[in-house]
């Protein structure tokens, strides 16, 4: 099922895939920046304006599971392509927009969809050409979300300045066409019978829910998913408010950027090794986690401990997007993951649409963005507790769909079919990985 080459025009794929990052990881991570333009243009209330970025992050996740049903069918081509067709004509529509309700369908709806089908197979891809350098060409794509989160805020504040909200969207039209060009080079390298893409698209199995520990998950990817979301959105408005310019807010998204590339690398490099087990892991997403809760308001009482709680938050966005997909695989057995990827999906995706405009209605309503922050570094810590909780159990599941395979008088087909069930078990850790940092959400 995979190149003998290991590689070969994988890194081009790779290449394209990282590019793919960097634009949808991009324009979600500038869902703050947009959040302060359009409440400044139409004059509408936080909340109001809010559910335009969490709609596109949330279909940017929940995109996972119809990307997976183009893929499997048409291939992972088909599905970048249309996907970036699709955000394309999602940001020309907003061009034409007058109203602020119309924009949760253009910006949010459709361009969040289209990059939700790019997003996905642009991970799963790389199963196809790497299998023992997989984790490293995974790796190298998902630091472009990290890449787009230094580069897309900035330049759509100063492009905003220069041209109007409605130049940046006609821009992004152009920069979402790019992603065609990355789908092009993504070859279909191995083709699934009907069986076992019937086998693969079974993504939604309620009988997962016996699991304790797969709820767990679900939870714990829902209140970060919300937590993280609060603060991309709301830290450069809450930065403004203690009296910082308008650049050092938009910098310190840049820092973030930064540091969860560094902490990427930092985690990649421990996570194969004894040195990080996962119990480990958990504590230390919990500490970070709770140095972000109860310390926040003295990093804003001046410049430099803005930047500190930056670095913090970058440090445990990177952290926690790299370990959540190896703890989880340790936790759950590749079956549950495979036969969950729907439900997975779903609960990152509630949680992305919901926090941000609760957290701006709590804002609109004077609470202030304290009490935003302090429920923001909450659902974050308890995220991580709850992870902590079900460490210390494990989950062996045998899917539905595996009874009618045993059923197969040909020992061969059994095999191919689990043998096809494992790749799309990895596929969707590494995507489950990049939906939580977007993608994104990545996401």
Known sequence: ???????????????????????????????????????????????????????LLALTAIGGIPSTLISYRFGYRASVISGSLLASSGFAMSYFCTELHELYLSIGVVAGLGLGLVLTPSVMVLENYFYRKRHLASSLAATGTSVGLVLFPTAIYYLEDIYAWKGVTLILVAVC????????????TVHYSGRQRRDLLKIFEPSLFKSVVFQGLLWSNFLWSAG????FFHLPEYARSTGVTQDDAL???????????????????????????????????????????????EFFKHKAGEI?????????CGFWSTFVASVTGEL?????????????????????VLGPPLAGLLIDEDFGFEV?????????????????????KKCHYRPVADVSTTNSSSSLGTRSVASAGATTATAATAEDNVLVTSVMTSV
């Open 1 to 55: 099922m995979y190149d003998s080459k290991e590689g070969g025009w994988g890194w081009m794929v790779t290449a394209a895939s990282f590019l793919i990052h960097v634009i949808v990881g991009g324009i979600g991570y500038s869902c703050g920046v947009w959040q302060m333009i359009f409440t400044g243009y139409f004059g509408k209330t936080r909340y109001e304006t809010a559910w335009i970025g969490s709609t």
């Open 177 to 188: 066409a790019n992603m065609i060009v990355c789908g092009a080079v993504m070859r279909q």
């Open 228 to 231: 993280a979301a609060v603060v």
């Open 251 to 297: 910098m310190l998204l840049g820092v973030i950027g930064v540091s969860n590339f560094l902490s990427r690398a930092v985690f990649q490099l421990f996570s194969h090794s004894a040195k990080l087990d996962t119990m480990s892991n958990v504590l230390c997403s919990a500490g970070l986690a709770v140095i972000l809760t109860g310390l926040f308001p």
């Open 308 to 316: 500190g709680y930056a670095i913090m938050f970058g440090l445990h």
């Open 332 to 352: 759950l057995s590749e079956e549950l993951i495979a036969y969950g990827r729907g439900f997975i999906s779903l609960s990152i995706g509630l949680g992305l």
């Open 372 to 392: 935003v922050f302090y429920g923001a570094g909450a659902c974050m810590l308890l995220s991580s507790l709850i992870m902590l909780a079900v460490s210390i």
